[in-house]
């Protein structure tokens, strides 16, 4: 018997402003096409994991998320459960799907992450506690600490973080689905104007509504599925809860933790990764992953990204859909979307030619959660 | 009310701290067993867990170890521009705060800061100004001591 877990389908709604639809049911939507695309049915789901998105929150009311999702579908299941790791969350509920099936805990889980914050205005500017008194307001506020860091320590430019944006855009343009196709060019990113100084507009990713979903399955029972495989390599997680009152909380990501170990442990260098797709709520995090898995040194993430070497056809394209930046806001879920889309070689225009293994980063909160993934045929 | 202060909301384990400011007093919480000094207040130390935590004065000097332009506006009551800030204190405890009184072309990271109390709403809250000729006055000081 083969329980070790795979994926097996992938399926997303439209993602946008989607007047008139709720979260709940663009879950529904995602859910539906992911088990089409696996060539499952929906006898055949026993586990529901969730990755209720930021204007959702776990509880919807008093009944938590899993049971709402898992109502409409018409579930009975062995195993599910929802998490509230932020952004890190899409990543984190795959990996409890991995767990669970190699377990034995259920055999086709459903792994669904959904929102729609558009319907739910403001739901991202809320104040972390006690810093609202000061005006610390938005995800955008943290990160922008971060990166005022990150100019101070290395030398990093805002022309650098704009370099990060622009190759999310030109990726876009290669993406159907994305909602920004337009290529942006350093002119029309500098003239944007600032949200939260140094960050500018296109340094911050988009809001959305929209739903995504995987399914994991075990290797016996995906042996007659339709679709080719995608095998878990590895994963893992690292946390930061160090409150803004410790001294290193803006100069590093626990993703500097978790993952060099989780490439070591599935036998695997920086250079051996050919999708690379980074958690991108804000420029600067795309430059701190590229630091904190190895993609470049420490404090050389400004210079690295310049020239287009993490746009199309660059030596380390990175977030070939778009990502958070320019595809759509999918709490992570897409990211693990496009990299199995890599894998079984089904990328259309911005298909990584030869692409056999991918990393997904997850990351959240105030800078607090992290998660990895790493995919391969 | 839409334009009232977004004031802090004391909890047990954070009202000495926002009780001392209401008396212009910057305190943080210091381990009496291994000396960790810490904010905000916990039920015990972060570093040992332990219970034996005492508030201790410190003297508001600090440098700025990071800082922020909000050129949006997020609650009416605080209209951009304004700076927010990563204050260093001497300890070597961090806290979020705003710069105020400077200019924010004026802002370096590494700028020696000084407390200032600010009312707002009716409570007080530790903001950070720009200490001019931090070493002037420091040896004035002492030389006036010696006399």
């Known amino acids: 018997m083969n329980r070790e877990a795979l994926i097996a389908g992938v399926g997303h709604s439209p993602f946008g402003k989607l007047t008139g639809r709720t979260a709940l049911d663009l879950e529904v939507e995602a859910a539906i096409k992911a088990i089409a695309d696996a060539g499952l049915s929906p006898q055949d789901v026993d586990g529901l994991v969730t990755d209720p998105g930021p204007a959702q929150g776990i509880l919807n009311g008093i009944t938590p998320h899993y049971l709402a999702l898992g109502q409409l579908l018409g579930l009975n299941p062995r195993y599910t459960g929802s998490e509230i790791l932020g952004g890190a969350g899409s990543v984190a509920i795959i990996q409890r799907a991995v767990m669970a099936v190699e377990a034995g805990l259920c055999s086709v889980c459903l792994c669904v992450y959904g929102d729609a914050p558009l319907s739910a205005k403001g739901s991202f500017d809320y104040a972390r506690g006690d810093e609202a008194a000061f005006g610390l307001f938005g995800a955008a506020g943290l990160h922008a600490l971060a990166a005022k860091r990150h100019m101070h320590l290395w030398g990093t430019t805002e022309n650098q973080f704009g370099e990060v944006a622009i190759a999310a855009r030109a990726h876009a343009a290669r993406n159907p689905n994305a909602q920004l196709q337009k290529p942006l060019t350093m002119k029309e990113y500098r003239e944007a104007g600032y949200i939260v100084e140094p960050l500018k507009k296109a340094d911050c990713c988009l809001i959305s509504d929209g739903a995504a979903a995987v399914v994991v399955t075990s290797a016996d029972r995906a042996a007659d599925l339709l679709k080719p495989h995608t095998r878990i390599l590895g994963y893992g997680q690292a946390h930061n809860f160090g409150t803004y009152s410790s001294p290193d909380h803006f100069d590093s990501l626990p993703a500097a933790r978790c993952g060099p170990e989780v490439l070591n442990k599935a036998g695997l260098a920086p250079s051996d990764i050919d999708v690379v797709q980074l958690y991108d709520c804000f420029t600067i995090v795309v430059l701190m992953q590229l630091e904190a898995y190895g993609f470049c040194a420490k404090g050389e993430a400004g210079s690295f990204v310049e020239h287009g070497r993490i746009g199309p056809g660059g030596s380390l394209p990175v977030n070939t859909s778009g990502g958070l930046l320019a595809e759509a806001y999918g709490g992570g879920m897409l990211h693990v979307i496009e990299a199995v889309r890599q894998l079984r070689g089904e990328a259309e225009d911005r298909q990584i030619q030869g692409a056999e293994t991918a990393l997904i980063s997850g990351h959240g909160l105030g800078m607090n959660t992290h998660t990895t993934l790493v995919l391969g045929v | ?147």
């Open chain 2, 1 to 147: 009310m839409e334009n009232e202060y977004p004031l802090p909301q004391p909890t047990p384990f954070t009202e000495s701290f926002w009780d001392a400011c209401q008396q212009e007093l910057l305190q943080v919480w210091r381990c009496k067993v291994c000396g960790h000094p810490f904010l905000p207040g916990g039920p015990v130390c972060p570093e040992c867990w332990s219970d034996d935590l005492e508030m201790q004065p410190v003297s508001g000097r600090g440098e700025v170890f990071s800082f922020v332009v909000y050129h949006r506006t997020y609650h009416p009551a605080i209209p951009a521009p304004y700076i927010v800030a990563s204050i260093e204190l001497e300890n070597g405890v961090h806290l979020i705060s705003n710069i105020i009184d400077c200019k924010p072309e004026m802002v370096r990271i590494g700028m020696q800061v000084q407390v200032a109390f600010k009312q707002k709403s009716g409570f007080k809250l530790p903001m950070f100004t720009p200490t001019v000729h931090t070493n002037t006055t420091f040896q004035l000081k002492r030389g006036n001591s010696s006399v």
